[in-house]
């Protein structure tokens, strides 16, 4: 007989979403069960550093998230390496992939996404990689180790996972050509100008980047090796390995149709709840409120994941929490061009007001919607990018000083008297401020 286990909270994925939740619940309940399933059989680890695991080696136990002892010492249980194969969400049942049945009082959906991966003749043969986890990295590393002559590699797909394994990939010294179907790299999270920033850094070290095209087909002259990469134009790229980086999607393979509303992602309200209650979701597994847009959006970004798992795990343990809500929010450096960009970058009509910067390597610009940042992008000088990240978060008026953002000397100092001494939570002489309020996010409704 099946012996089913009872816990208070059980959480599916021990990453960013995951731990906050933990984190969150344990902070204001010390005796409630927590148990974490994951199938990776790792400590939570961070996943945006498989690329330094990959590059230079760096051993997991300088990856963690939290220190090794962390689960222990907060009494959380895990079991790792084991998938959660089946969800019943209204009996409230959960059935690990080798026949454990596990029952909860809360559920938290933490599952992350899946890269997706195209059904182009070829994707099968070795050689042929994903680059999401940290087996994805050692994976990659093996067969690297297999060669002693330099080889090349073509990555299908130009945005953050793509250029961060480019970036890996050249520091082991392979020969990369990128293949972008959009017009430009980083095309997602980045404007022209800076996208042309990050390209002429991959130029500088030795990448080749094609722009515009997509793979065909993956060749092979010798049985179940890649010999190259056929574009839709005709043109073949010579090469030993592929990587396939053309995006993520969130891993919905536990949601049964009818059990829980979903679109791209799961949607979640303002307390990361989905439609079906004592369950919720967070991280890149769900579409969770855009204090830009306004709207629930997938936002698959790491301080998003663990914001919103924070939120996620105080509501579960009894204590409403409302999610301050995320954008997409990028901090990169590949190839040593320090970025930082969030928001809205390419804005969809003339409404929205754009004021920038640009001396040598150094751009900054700001996009403006009726007084108020709604997006930002800050290349090589971005020391200042958190207080123009947080006027765009409280929704400040920034009007009568927006040219100021951009300049070089921009500081506090650069922002009316009572707006510096909120931001430094100096109280005004006469305790009145005419800062625009910061708007509570409305209730988003999962109707919405
Ligand atoms: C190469 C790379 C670079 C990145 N760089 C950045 C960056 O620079 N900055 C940034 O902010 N973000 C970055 N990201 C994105 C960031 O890593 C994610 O947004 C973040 O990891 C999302 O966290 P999560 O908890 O939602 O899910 P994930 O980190 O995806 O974790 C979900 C976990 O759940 C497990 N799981 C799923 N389904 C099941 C199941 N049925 N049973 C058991 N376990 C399950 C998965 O195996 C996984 O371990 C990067 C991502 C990648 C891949």
């Known amino acids: 007989m099946v012996k089913t286990q009872k816990i208070n909270y059980l959480i599916i994925g021990n990453s960013a979403g995951g731990i906050g939740a ?3 619940i344990r902070e204001v309940d010390r005796v409630g ?50 998938k959660a194969a089946w969800v019943d969400f209204n009996e409230h049942v959960v059935k690990l992939e080798k026949g454990r049945m596990l029952t909860w009082r809360k559920l938290l959906l933490a599952t992350g996404g899946l ?10 043969l070795k050689g042929v990689f994903t680059f999401t986890k940290l087996d994805d990295a ?54 022209e100008e800076a996208s042309a920033l990050e390209e002429r850094a991959l130029a500088q070290a030795g990448v080749e980047i094609i722009c515009g095209r997509t793979a065909d087909r993956i060749d092979s002259y010798f049985p179940e090796e890649v010999s190259g990469v056929s574009l839709d134009d005709g043109r073949s790229i010579p090469c030993e390995m592929v990587i396939i980086a053309i995006g993520v999607q969130p891993r919905l393979e536990l949601i049964s149709e009818n059990s829980i509303m ?28 855009d204090f830009v847009y306004r709207k629930l959006r997938l936002n698959p970004v790491w301080p998003n994941a663990y914001t919103g798992g924070r939120t996620a795990g105080l509501n579960m343990a009894g204590i409403p929490t409302k999610y301050p809500g995320g954008t997409a929010i990028n901090a990169m450096k590949y190839f040593e061009v320090n970025i930082i960009s969030a928001g809205m970058l390419n804005p969809p009509d003339d409404s929205y007001e754009t004021v920038s910067e640009k001396h040598g390597d150094i751009y900054k610009k700001v996009v403006v919607k009726d007084g108020m940042i709604v997006g930002m992008v800050l290349a090589s000088d971005i020391e200042k990018s958190g207080i123009i990240y947080n006027l765009m978060k409280d929704r400040v008026n920034v009007d009568s000083f927006k040219e100021a953002l951009v300049a070089d000397d921009f500081g506090l100092a650069s922002l009316p008297e009572e707006i510096w001494r909120e931001r430094l939570a100096i109280p005004p002489p006469e305790l009145t401020s005419s800062v625009t309020p910061v708007e509570p996010p409305r209730e988003v409704l999962i109707s919405e």
């Open 22 to 24: 933990a984190e969150a």
């Open 33 to 82: 069960a927590i148990t974490i399933v994951s199938d990776e059989p790792y400590p939570a680890y961070s996943r945006p550093m498989i690329s330094d695991y990959l590059a230079e080696r760096c051993p997991i136990e300088r990856m963690l998230y939290r220190p090794a002892d962390f689960y222990e010492k907060n009494g959380i249980r895990t079991i790792l390496g084991e």
């Open 115 to 124: 890269p997706i991966v195209p059904k182009i003749e070829g994707i099968g």
């Open 138 to 191: 050692k994976a990659i590393d093996e067969f690297l180790n297999q060669y002693t002559k330099r080889i090349r590699a073509v990555v299908i797909g130009g945005g953050l996972i793509g250029v961060s394994v480019t970036e890996a990939l050249v520091k082991r010294g392979v020969q990369v050509t990128i293949v972008e179907m959009k017009e430009r790299v980083l095309n997602t999270m980045l404007d």
């Open 262 to 289: 979903t679109n791209r992602g799961i949607l979640v309200d303002l307390h990361m709840e989905t439609s079906t209650p004592d369950v919720y979701a967070c991280g890149d597994v769900a579409e969770a409120y």
